[in-house]
Every structure is written in structure tokens, then in C-alpha cells.
């Protein structure tokens, strides 16, 4: 196995009362695929957001390419992007001046990528209309369109597929794909197998 | 600053102005409430000139103070439950350098309108015209004080149920030596007297802010987004 990108290891997480996440541990090469599950409120929010540096956890470490994330957060967050549950999107602004704004905080963006990115996610006519009046479907396949355009090597996603039909679903599983192939770890929480579940694909499942 | 955090500053400077514009109401709201309380005032107090230049100084800051807090509540607010602040925190630019930004685009919004209508506030106060300039520069650089020391209560409230309620007691006391300096040099430009060592201190106060604040700001969000 080649050197492991991403290393979580002995995680311990307090939430008030609750002790949440115990003792976590795993480690991600290039290229791999992991499938965070479990039941509502077992932790894979808190894991994610642990796991990017925006919680700090009572104990363990998680460490990408060999140093503590914590050292130096902000390097760390220029390799990867986490996509929440709810898309980032400002409801006052066109999806088009969304995408603008949020990969435009990461690298110059053009007008003919975000078109390109807006197609494959099959929202172009949607590019223009403020994100208010858009469905839920149409603003989670905006957000994923503004993740295709961020050549980041770690994807962090919380329940991609939320709101999704059957054929946005599949494009998850290509956007997915296609950022493994380019060597990038994805790591993913789902309620459910993709379509096409990645062959190196890993699970963890979290137990309430 | 990094040509990065330039391009970031100015992303969030026009995300900040274009999203404020597409609100008038939100936009409208301070500048109406600092217009309609120095307006109403003369007509509750008095008519008569010497009494309403007593007052203009103190009624002038009490409501370019309160009009400033209004919109401070939702300099990060919204952009924490879009998730949007949670972006700019991830995206691997300065924090620092984006809540100066978003500072900035608050005081364009709230303090800047309030500097433009002040010879208006003040001629109803029954300040001379002469007065009018000094005022306006002070009103300039305290409403910048009161945007960055806001920010810092803006950002410590962030993740606290009913923010809203402890945010002025958390920015009132602090924004006291800015009531306390504008009034003085609004006082002293009114009277016609010298009113630069009371404008130099307003100033001193904006320059600590842009030094401090952003800092103390960005810490804060830290901790509220977990």
C-alpha cells in the first residue's frame, strides 16, 4: 500500500455529556474512497467537521501527508473542501455569481468553466436565477458543480446526495469517480451505496 | 497582504455590497432610524436654537451609535447559517483578512451612508453650517471605531441562542470612548472652538480597531463555528 494521505487516529469526541466519537482510527492512500454511515446523530457530522479542522477533538490526531492538520490549518484547507449539509449559497445572489464568489476565494474562475460546470451538473438554466428561487435539487447540484471546479486532493462531503434524484445521484458517483481517479481521497458520509459504489471504495460505520 | 488575500478581500467586499443591495429594506434600516431620531428630536425638545445645539453633540452620537448597532447583528449571522462563513474559514485565505472585509463592506453600508447625511441631522440640531465639516469627519472615523469594535461582538455572539440580546451589551461599554470623543469634538466644532486633539483620539481608536479587531474577530469565529 502506498504511504497513507490521510490518517485519523485514537479520536475522541465530547459533545456536552455525550462522548460521541471513541477512539476513531483509519488511514486513506491517494485514490481511496471512504463511506462514512450510521444512524441520525451516531457522529458523522461531528467526524467530518472534526476531520477538517473546524472542530478540535479531546484526543487523537488526524494528520494529512504525514503532518498534524492542526499545525498549520490553513495549508491544509487550501488541499481540501468540505460540502456541508446545506449548499453554501447566498439565496440574494444568482447561482452564477455564487460559483463566482466561492471558487473565486480558491482560484480565478471563468466564465466558460462555470458554464461547463453548470451543464455537466445539467443547472444551466438555472445559472442566472437567484438561488431563492431555485429547489433544493437544483441548489445541491450548484454546490456540486462549485465542487467540481476545486482541484483540491481531500473532498470532505456530508450526505451529497440529499435532495438529489436518481440522476443526480449518478452524477455524484461520476463527480466521486472521477476525483478518485486524479489520485484524490474522498471521504463521504451516505445513507446509502452510490450507483456505481467506487471499487476502492472503504466503510466505517459509526454506531449511535 | 498576499495577492490571495487581496483577490479575497475584494470578492467579499462585492459579494457584501451586491447582497446588500438586493435588500433595500435591511440596507435602508439604519440610516432611516439615525434620520427619523434626529429629525423627531428638535420637534419633542425645543425650537429654540441654543437649547438644541446643547444637545445636538450627545443626540447626534446616541443615535449614530444605536443605528450602527442595528445592522451589526447581522454581519456574520446570516453568512453562518448559509454556511457561507464556514466556507470562507475553509478556504485557505487569511480569516483575518476576510472579517476586515466584511467590516469594511458593514461600515460602507451603515457608517458611510450616516456620514453623508449628517449635515442634514446636524442643521436640524441647529448647528451652524461652519460646523458641518468636523462633524461629518468625526461621525466618519467613529462609525469606522463602532463597525470594527461591533465585529468582535458581532463574531463572540455568533454561536450564543438569542445573540442579539447580549450583542449591545457586550458592544455598548466598549464603544464608549467613541461616544465620548465624538460627542466632544462635535461639541467643540458646533461652539466653533478647536476640535482636532478630540478627532485625533477618534482616529487612534479606528487605527487600534483595524489593528486589533479583525484579529480578535476571526479568533472568535473560530470558536463559534465549532
Known sequence: MTDPALEVHDLHLWRGEHHLLRGIGFSLASGQFLRLSGANGAGKTSLLRTLCGLIWPEQGTVRWRGADVHSDLRAFHAEMVYLGHEPPLKADLTARENLRYWVGLRRAVTCAELDRALTHMGVMECGDRPVRQLSAGQRRRIALAGLSLLPVALWLLDEPTTNLDAQGEELVAQLIAGQLARGAVVVAALHRDLPQTPMQAVRLELAA | ?226
Not at chain 2, 469627519?137 to 447580549?166: E, F, K, P
Not at chain 2, 478630540?198 to 463559534?224: D, E
Open chain 2, 1 to 226: 497582504m498576499s495577492p490571495a488575500a487581496l483577490t479575497a478581500i475584494r470578492l467579499i467586499l462585492q459579494r457584501d455590497l451586491r447582497v446588500a443591495f438586493r435588500r433595500p429594506g435591511q440596507l435602508l434600516q439604519p440610516l432611516v432610524f439615525f434620520i427619523m431620531v434626529t429629525l423627531l428630536f428638535p420637534l419633542g425638545v425645543s425650537p429654540e436654537l441654543s437649547r438644541l445645539r446643547e444637545i445636538a453633540a450627545g443626540v447626534l452620537w446616541a443615535a449614530a451609535l444605536l443605528a450602527s448597532l442595528l445592522a451589526l447583528e447581522f454581519l456574520f449571522r446570516e453568512d453562518a447559517h448559509d454556511g457561507t462563513l464556514e466556507q470562507q474559514v475553509l478556504s485557505g485565505q487569511s480569516l483575518t483578512a476576510a472579517i476586515f472585509a466584511k467590516t469594511l463592506a458593514h461600515w460602507l453600508l451603515t457608517g458611510l451612508p450616516l456620514a453623508l447625511v449628517t449635515p442634514l441631522a446636524a442643521a436640524s440640531l441647529g448647528a451652524p453650517s461652519a460646523s458641518w465639516a468636523g462633524i461629518v469627519v468625526a461621525v466618519l472615523l467613529g462609525t469606522a471605531a463602532l463597525s470594527l469594535i461591533g465585529s468582535i461582538g458581532a463574531a463572540l455572539t455568533l454561536g450564543v441562542r438569542r445573540g442579539s440580546l447580549l450583542l449591545p451589551l457586550l458592544v455598548l461599554p466598549l464603544s464608549l470612548p467613541v461616544l465620548i470623543f465624538g460627542a466632544r469634538a462635535t461639541q467643540l466644532a458646533i461652539a466653533g472652538a478647536p476640535y482636532l486633539a478630540p478627532l485625533q483620539l477618534l482616529a487612534a481608536l479606528a487605527v487600534l480597531g483595524v489593528t486589533l479587531a479583525p484579529l480578535a474577530a476571526a479568533a472568535a469565529v473560530r470558536v463559534s463555528l465549532e
